[in-house]
């Protein structure tokens, strides 16, 4: 089915990559309150759909990254910033909680998450932050080759990143990472902060 973009109040109007009536590759999902927020690996664009427009399919747009990706197939998989994940990430008495929209670690430009406040009803709210995960991935690529993290999740007190086995390194794996320290990484903005505490083990998948 089709679907309307309209903006994010205070965003200028955007429409998806290509101008398409459609999210052809939506990769995470996360669902806030009255909220569902999407993130598609070849979008620009975080997505949000409020619980009572479901029905007619008005996406909300918040722009993650400025300018617009190639229409030509081959050249958007190679400029893409490839959003495999998005985390719900918790608040606290001083912080709200927050979105982020994480690159898999692939290639130089995937490198970068993005964060956005989330409300108290779960909306998006404030303006979007981009954080620097290279100091991690390379911590990251010291157990297991070649990053193409594909997957994530919070449990509990830990934050779950899934590599997928690729032609740079043989090996799916999932990386646990303490919660916390994970939070105050991202909201310092990554970078030379201090590193979270991570634990590799290797995924059997037949």
């Known amino acids: 089915a089709s679907v309307d973009w309209v903006a994010v109040p205070g965003e200028a109007d955007d429409a998806g990559n290509a101008g398409q009536a459609h999210l052809s590759a939506a990769s995470g999902l996360v669902i806030a309150g009255d909220w569902f927020h999407i993130v598609a690996d070849d979008e620009h664009h975080l997505v949000a759909l409020r ?13 993650l990254v400025e300018g617009d990706l190639p229409i030509d197939p ?8 490839d959003l495999e994940a998005l985390l719900h990430l918790p608040g606290d008495a001083r912080e709200p909680a927050m979105l982020v929209a994480r ?5 130089p ?20 932050q981009a954080i620097d995960l290279a100091s991690l991935h390379r911590v990251l690529r010291g157990h297991a080759g070649t990053l193409n993290i594909e ?10 990143l ?5 032609a740079g390194s043989p090996v799916n794996g ?6 916390q320290q994970a939070v105050d990484f991202l909201r310092a903005g990554g970078g030379h902060h201090a590193l979270p505490s991570i634990e590799f083990s290797t995924l059997d998948l037949g």
């Open 51 to 63: 619980r009572c427009d479901a029905a007619s399919g008005a996406l909300q747009l918040r722009r």
């Open 74 to 81: 081959a050249a958007c998989k190679r400029a893409k910033r």
């Open 103 to 107: 690159g898999s670690g692939s290639r």
């Open 109 to 128: 430009q995937r490198h970068i998450a993005y964060a956005v406040r989330l409300d108290a009803e779960g909306a998006l709210t404030g303006d979007v």
């Open 151 to 160: 997957a994530a999740c919070v449990h509990g007190d830990a934050l779950w």
């Open 162 to 166: 899934f590599s997928r086995a690729n």
């Open 174 to 179: 999932r990386f646990r990472i303490d919660l």
